[in-house]
């Protein structure tokens, strides 16, 4: 979402002007009364990305632990509650460790990047935005854009957990560098590849090569440089 406003404008003259800028707004959210920081995020799929959040942070290891989900978008508030309290009181640190066989043809994943960069309205209006993807082969199946491309994915991964169940033969996009806690959220749900036009962090690539997810960086048509369990790509 965004919004216009009047700015002044200084090159070779001053003069008034019309900008587009992406809209803030914030989610908090209540694990069993707890309040978790605040997300700064753009606005709409906040349940995606609750839903999102919750799991690759390890708060929820699957759907059916959410006993109850409310959100209220207009105020930006998300109240959850567990179906073992306990769950939600602490976050595990260690890497699962994601087994699965996909293949993936490097085309397929070249197409997906395309698509998803074609279809980033939001960056290329305001400049203020990060995008993420689901894709099946050659086929995307959920884009979302946010402020921060963690969110991005969070929202996309919500999107999976709450509306398509099966990770294994997914791939997820994204336009921002990896880090390693974007691997360790792709991980938290099972998705195998995880695929960037951006570079990775040392970080990201070790954890990425103890959860067996393939890492895919500076992702171009062309070439891509493959980081991690390289058989998955053909």
């Known amino acids: 979402m965004k919004k216009k406003i009047e700015i002044t404008r200084l090159s070779d003259f ?43 942070e390890g708060l929820i290891a699957k759907l059916s632990d959410i006993a109850s989900l409310e959100v209220n978008e207009e105020r930006g508030i998300a109240v959850v509650r567990t179906a073992v309290p306990e769950s939600a009181s602490s976050t595990p640190h260690k890497s699962p460790r994601v087994m699965n066989d996909l293949i993936l043809r490097k085309d ?7 698509c998803l960069q074609s279809r980033s309205g939001l960056f290329k209006e305001t400049g203020c935005a990060h995008a993420s993807a689901l894709g099946i082969g050659r086929r995307m199946i959920y884009f979302s854009e946010d402020l921060g491309r963690l969110n991005a994915i969070d929202k996309a991964i919500g999107h999976l957990l709450l509306d398509l169940g099966n990770p294994a033969d997914k791939v997820l996009l994204t336009t921002g560098r990896v880090s390693s806690r974007m691997v360790l959220k792709v ?35 062309n070439r891509v440089n493959v980081y991690t369990n390289e058989d998955r790509v053909v």
């Open 187 to 221: 991980a938290r749900v099972g998705i195998p590849v995880i695929a960037s036009k951006a570079a990775p962090t040392d970080r990201a690539v070790e954890l990425a090569r103890e959860s067996n997810v393939t890492l895919l960086g500076f992702l171009r048509e």
């Open 14 to 56: 001053r003069d008034r002007a019309t900008d587009e800028v992406a809209i803030e707004t914030s989610l908090t959210i209540y694990v069993n009364e707890q309040r978790l920081p605040p997300l700064i995020c753009s606005p709409g799929d906040l349940k995606h990305l609750t839903v999102g959040h919750l799991a690759t």
């Open 108 to 114: 397929d994943v070249d197409f997906l990047m395309c």
